[in-house]
């Protein structure tokens, strides 16, 4: 029931880096901010579909695998889906394939209507456009008493922030300085205070925390 | 020979909280960036001058033992010796009473003209109006072969970080989110690039980050 979110972000809070393009949807540097991630088991074997039985499996693996359980339903903004990138391709159907690593419902917050689009591994995009709480009512039912999942990108994330809505923050923090791109706390007063605080570092020099309520 | 700095900051990077006045130099919420090193044994012996043999012990403390160690200079802005808030008061001294945790040279960055002021520990107050190159001559000059700290405030501390002059940077992450006041890492493009970079957990959660070159 709980909601939950997952951001990797850069020393200086940086969760989106500028320089998105078309070809490069993530901006730059992003390969630096995500590099522990992109190198765990769990993200190869759900991400990539790497049968090779490669990828760290440490402290930051550990987190990937949380990262996918539990989760009933995701709700993410129209960017993080592809929207943006590519707004008038009627037949895109997000960055993943034909196996998104979510095998459930997921929730696109937009104001372009599309119909939903299924996958044979139970994933299935809605497009809505409405407010956060009404994007949590809907994934909510639609998780069936699991976990709720804010995706990204760090724009929504910070909406669902902002309106109190997030159970749980998990930040992987890289150790590098980005200095452009969009922040994740920023204007957040005292955000901390509803939260217990935890922290855990990993081999890779990411500094894993997490606030729970 | 090494330059350093040595700063606290907020997981949202805030290293001087807003709303600071005459009456609350520090500004709001500056208690709970730094309760951790007001909390140590070294902070207590060397800055509060109590006797007692209290305070922590562990890694927050052993961060503030070696704060002190092998410095020979330091340099500070006119707000954090205290010219922004008395700057009418001839007789200002600084905030640290009449045994300042120097015992040495420290330059204060200025356009106010003031003679130097000495204290029997060894302290010596210099105001100089200079380049931060300048100012980092004349204080290895004072030294004498000993390390320089950039003793702060944040504005004078990204001021030495973007021009490049730093050499050993450990900022000490306060597990809260202020939102609210001066970033110290805003604008550094992938200013991480010429350092290595290690991390320690303190048992108050305090997340030890230093980045050497």
């Known amino acids: 029931m709980a909601v939950r979110l997952d951001l990797n972000i850069s020393l200086d809070g940086v969760a989106s880096p500028s320089g998105q393009s078309a070809d490069n949807p993530m901006g730059e540097d992003w390969g630096r901010l995500v590099a ?32 996918f359980q539990g989760i009933g339903a ?13 707004p008038d391709d009627p037949d895109w159907r997000g960055w993943w394939g034909e196996e998104p690593p979510f095998g ?13 689009i299924e996958f ?5 995009f809605e497009f809505v456009s409405t407010s956060p709480e009404e994007a949590l009512a809907r994934a909510h039912d639609l998780a069936g008493g699991a976990d709720v999942r804010i995706g990204g990108g760090v724009g929504i994330a910070r909406s669902f922030l902002a309106a109190g809505l997030v159970d749980r923050i998990h930040v992987a923090i890289s150790p590098i300085i980005l200095g ?11 955000f901390d205070t509803g939260y217990a605080v935890s922290s855990e570092l990993a081999d890779s020099g ?3 925390v997490t606030l729970t309520r």
Not at 49 to 66: F, L, P, Q
Not at 180 to 190: A, C, I, K, M, P
């Open 180 to 190: 452009h791109g969009e922040r994740l706390w920023d204007d957040l007063r005292n």
């Open 74 to 86: 995701e709700i993410m903004g129209a960017g993080m889906f592809g929207l943006h990138a590519f």
């Open 104 to 116: 459930g419902p997921v929730l696109v917050l937009t104001h372009l209507e599309r119909a939903p």
């Open 120 to 124: 044979a591994n139970g994933t299935r």
């Open 36 to 67: 522990h991630y992109i190198a765990t088991k769990t993200f190869r074997e759900r991400v990539l579909h790497d049968g090779s039985g490669g990828g760290t499996t440490g402290v930051d693996d550990r987190y990937a695998v949380e990262y």
């Open 206 to 208: 990411v500094i894993h």
